[in-house]
């Protein structure tokens, strides 16, 4: 009987053994098919693609690489520059050969101090945009390369009215800029921050408001923005009336940002 039973078994074991590794590798085979099944998937759509639209893709993404490298290599000659500078051995007058200044007191600053070249700036105390139509034929003429704005500091009001005003006269000034210099790069720059001396003067606070409609509109009329306002944190670059500006702001601190920000160098 035990032999019987035995016998048995043996035969269950030999019968069942083929079906259960049918359906082990059923399952595995419906396990393949389902992880190569979204990679043959992509493989299709990549082949629908346009020879055309992958061509432009691949160039473009050579050209970001150039573009990223390139970045680099001027990223590392600027900083090479401004270790001159700070040896004594370049001068930021040589560097910024090709750039001028429109605007107010804080821009007339780089030539009280004797940092540029003084027939590179147009800046006035206590200058409005009328300042900038004013001097706007002379800019003309120069042509220069590149051009940056420093207006509305002297011209900020504690009505909204004020600020569009301002926005809209600007706007009108830029784009007759553009339509004559069409090769200038234009740069406008945020208003430099006031010391916490006269930020609670009415008109000072709204300073920011004023940075935000600027920022805006050079988006609008496609030229530059410049934001220095980082160079201002952690320092204290004020005279005594809490809005002009040391030395030691545009030497050390704020011509080397525009140089890294703007990518300028001799």
Do not use: C
Not at 9 to 18: G, Q, S, W
Not at 143 to 152: A, D, F, K, Q, S
Request: glycine residues 4%; charged residues 25%.
């Amino acid at each position: 009987m035990k032999k019987l039973v035995a016998a048995l078994v043996v035969l269950v074991l030999i019968i069942a053994y083929p079906a259960t590794n049918f359906f082990i590798l059923k399952s595995k085979r419906s396990d393949l098919e389902a992880d190569t099944s979204a990679g043959v998937s992509a493989l299709e759509e990549y082949a629908a693609v346009p020879v055309e639209k992958a061509d432009r893709a691949v160039a473009a993404a050579q050209k970001n690489q150039e573009e990223f490298r390139r970045n680099e290599a001027v990223q590392g000659l600027i900083e090479e520059q401004i270790k001159l500078i700070e040896k004594g051995k370049l001068s930021y007058r040589k560097v910024f050969s090709q750039v001028y200044v429109a605007g107010d007191s804080l821009m007339e600053g780089l030539e009280a101090y004797g940092i540029l070249n003084s027939n590179h700036i147009f800046a006035k105390v206590s200058a409005s945009l009328s300042h900038l139509e004013s001097v706007m034929p002379k800019l003309i003429s120069v042509r220069p390369p590149v051009l940056i704005l420093h207006y509305g500091l002297n011209m900020i009001g504690d009505q909204q009215y004020h600020v569009d005003s301002f926005i809209s006269t600007y706007t009108k000034d830029i784009k007759k800029l553009q339509k004559s210099l069409p090769d200038t790069r234009i740069v406008v720059s945020l208003l430099f921050p006031v010391d916490t001396s006269v930020a609670t003067a009415n008109r000072f606070r709204y300073v920011s408001r004023y940075n935000n409609r600027l920022a805006q509109m050079s988006r609008e009329l496609g030229v530059e923005y410049l934001d220095s306002s980082s160079v201002f944190k952690g320092h204290d670059f004020y005279g005594a009336d809490g809005i002009h500006l040391s030395y030691s702001f545009y030497y050390d601190y704020w011509l080397k940002f525009i140089m890294r920000e703007m990518e300028i160098y001799a």
